[in-house]
């Protein structure tokens, strides 16, 4: 398999803390790309980091990437109990040409 | 704004049956994918369509096959369901291939 990991697998804080979620991936990519899943709906798009990019922000959400190590961190800072829920990241510009998704990151925020 | 639509949200299946899980975007992406989402597994891709009337194969695309007759639609069918394929659905477009992927809301499918 090609996929990616996200690392931890689950991640349970308090609300007002800061969430940090990685993700290692295997192909060489033109953009790692981050999603959000809420339980029982799609994936929405939250950010998009281009191979030649090693730092990202919006709005509370802060993405880094590092090529050498193949590896991508997504930071969500002063947590709210409305973002729990799960995090992939996905590599593009695989041999296929799409996305190849991580088996994500649970994060439960504790009001 | 519908985005994608997808179509039945969920179903129940017997064994050997047919099924077509139906996709519809209203965004004229040009590409158009089917993934196939299981516990501990993440999202794998079953099907791809970088362009109306073209497809091609994801990682696991045996027992599935797909069509791409127009921008809008993208069909997903089980020739003949097996149990193995009970999972979430998901249908996704971006304009690009390695751009941003938009989805629907998924396909909850169960073979017994």
């Known amino acids: 398999s090609q996929q990616g990991e996200e690392d931890p697998q689950a991640l349970s804080i308090q609300e007002g803390e800061n969430a940090t979620m990685n993700c290692s991936y295997k192909t060489s990519i033109n953009n790692l790309q981050w999603y959000r899943q809420n339980s029982g709906r799609g994936l929405v798009h939250l950010i998009l980091i281009r191979s030649n990019e090693r730092e990202k922000h919006s709005g509370r959400l802060r993405v880094t990437l590092d090529t050498s190590k193949k590896s991508s961190s997504l930071l969500i800072t002063a947590s709210r109990a409305a973002d729990t829920a799960s995090y992939f990241c996905a590599e593009g510009g695989g041999s296929q040409g799409n996305l190849i998704f991580g088996k994500g990151t649970k994060l439960s925020v504790k009001p | 704004i519908a985005g994608i639509t997808q179509a039945p949200t969920s179903q129940i299946l017997a064994a050997g049956r047919r099924m077509t899980l139906r996709c519809t975007q209203d965004m004229r992406h040009n590409a158009m994918y089917w993934y196939r989402q299981d516990l501990g597994l993440g999202l794998r891709l079953i099907h791809y369509?970088?362009?109306?009337?073209?497809?091609g194969k994801g990682e696991v695309p045996d027992g599935y096959s797909v069509s791409r007759a127009n921008t809008d639609d993208f069909p997903l069918t089980l020739a003949s369901a097996v149990p193995s394929q009970t999972s979430v659905y998901f249908c996704?477009?971006?304009?690009?291939?390695?751009?941003?992927?938009?989805f629907g809301e998924g396909s909850r499918l169960t073979v017994l």
């Open positions: 369509s970088n362009t109306a009337g073209t497809t």
């Open positions: 996704a477009s971006s304009e690009q291939n390695t751009g941003e992927l938009f």
